[in-house]
């Protein structure tokens, strides 16, 4: 086996493999919508059976392809063309396309710290160097070295609305970052598959901003399809040919039942402003009791997930905290700076379980 292969920790099971063995535990610890699939987006895979079952065209049905253009075209203010569109098996899938593509041995990706873990994962798995670097200071003002980190790598990635912390990027924020990606010929990728959860704020995108650049999307959270597998990149049609060879060697095409679904999700999207709504309401009470709490944190402005600093050890905090019935994400996977800090996702709980969850914290 390959030593980078052998050395990945998958430390973050211990933590789903605790809970569940224990009955009548709140699963914060889910990085996924508590919602089920809509109906209608159901039942257009149900129709899509109707047509015949074989392998989808490498880059995706067309359908899908002009639907993604349409929504990224109106999210950048630009016009996206089909052509710029590739359909991928998630956003994992999509991910690791651009860095196979793109990273050799001796390249370098740079992430935020916090970041969501699997862009680590990734990068071993390719074989291609890393490094984290907190991005913003308080002032959200692109930090001296994050500037240095950014200028020395090949690669940069940007997640707006962000994992674990739910940070959102002003357009001021999603500019300055593709300037100093462009001046420094540094390749940006914006992952951008929250993007349609923000919470009195609106959604930039830093590839609006820059030429080079890869825009990373997915149905899985913003229409609770996350077991469909259906994601995307938006990128010049001379890169997407370049990645549609990684994607061959790995999946070959991205599955036709769930494009269909996919198709529908995005043509009839009402589904996604209730639950909007829904996860905007998590949020607040989440912040309240954070606050009740007395725990250090910044109220998230999108995704799904909080990101307090709970003053003690993540890892013991996490475990510990299992016992007494509540399961977390301990911070320090997701970065150096992070480890007394924890992952909460709202999105995968009611309000009626984060009331429960916090009144077992206020007596931890």
Not at 99 to 120: H, I, M, Q, S, T
Not at 145 to 164: C, S, W, Y
Not at 273 to 299: K, N, P, Q, T
Request: aromatic content about 8%; overall charge negative; some cysteine.
């Amino acid at each position: 086996m390959r030593k980078r292969i052998e050395d990945i920790d998958l430390s973050i099971r211990k933590i789903s493999e605790k809970a569940s063995q224990k009955e009548d535990v709140v699963r914060f610890d889910i990085g996924q919508p508590s919602f089920d699939t809509p109906k209608h987006v159901k039942e257009a895979a149900r129709k899509g059976l109707e047509n015949k079952q074989g392998y989808s065209p490498m880059l995706g049905l067309e359908g899908l392809r002009e639907e993604v253009a349409a929504e990224e075209s109106e999210k950048k203010g630009l016009s996206v063309s089909s052509e710029e569109v590739m359909i991928t098996t998630g956003g994992m899938g999509a991910l690791f396309a651009v860095f196979a593509a793109r990273l050799g041995e001796e390249d370098k990706a740079v992430f935020n710290d916090p970041c969501w873990g699997p862009y680590k994962m990734i990068s071993e798995v390719n074989g291609n160097e890393w490094s984290q670097v907190n991005y913003w200071n308080s002032d959200r003002e692109l930090r001296s070295e994050a500037r240095q980190e950014i200028a020395e790598a090949n690669l940069v990635v940007v997640n707006t609305p962000g994992n674990p912390t739910g940070y959102v990027l002003t357009e001021d924020q999603a500019r300055e970052i593709a300037e100093v990606a462009e001046d420094n010929e540094t390749f940006l990728i914006s992952d951008e598959v929250y993007h349609r959860l923000v919470y009195g704020k609106e959604h930039y995108s830093p590839a609006s901003f820059v030429e080079d650049a890869a825009i990373i999307g997915s149905v899985s959270k913003n229409h609770a399809m996350t077991g469909w597998r259906v994601g995307w990149i938006v990128d010049r049609p001379e890169n997407i040919e370049e990645y549609a060879k990684v994607s061959r060697a790995s999946t070959a095409c991205p599955p036709r039942i769930s494009q269909y679904a996919a198709i529908e999700a995005l043509q009839d999207d009402s589904h996604v402003e209730e639950m909007r709504e829904a996860y905007h309401e998590r949020r607040d009470l989440l912040v309240e009791r954070m606050e009740d709490i007395g725990w250090d944190f910044v109220a998230p402005e999108g995704a799904i997930y909080a990101f307090p600093d709970v003053g003690k050890d993540s890892w013991d905090f996490c475990m510990n905290m299992i016992d007494e019935g509540v399961a977390m994400v301990p911070g320090e996977p997701m970065g150096p700076e992070s480890d007394t800090s924890v992952r909460i996702c709202f999105g995968s709980t009611t309000k009626e379980e984060i009331e429960k969850a916090f009144d077992l914290l206020d007596k931890a």
